[in-house]
């Protein structure tokens, strides 16, 4: 199971247990609405968190990929070179 799917499991169920303490406790309909609204708020702010941590990893990975890469496409250029050199004489 990837790391990314057990956060977002993680998230999703503090936030519904949140709504359902907060759905249980007695309260009137605007304070209740209003701290639906405000946890609902905090939530998506650590998923938009993690979310961007997330595409900064991948970001990340990527970038060492492409520099791998680019290296071993110089590397391959500086053989070709030598063998032509050597063919040659």
Known sequence: MSTAKV???VVAGAAAGALLGVLFAPAKGTVLRRKIYRKGEREVDTLKDKFNDFI???TEKFEKVQEDVNDLI???EVKVEKE?????R
């Open 7 to 9: 956060v977002l499991g």
């Open 56 to 58: 900064d990893t991948l």
């Open 74 to 76: 110089e590397d391959a």
């Open 84 to 88: 032509m050199k050597t063919a040659k």
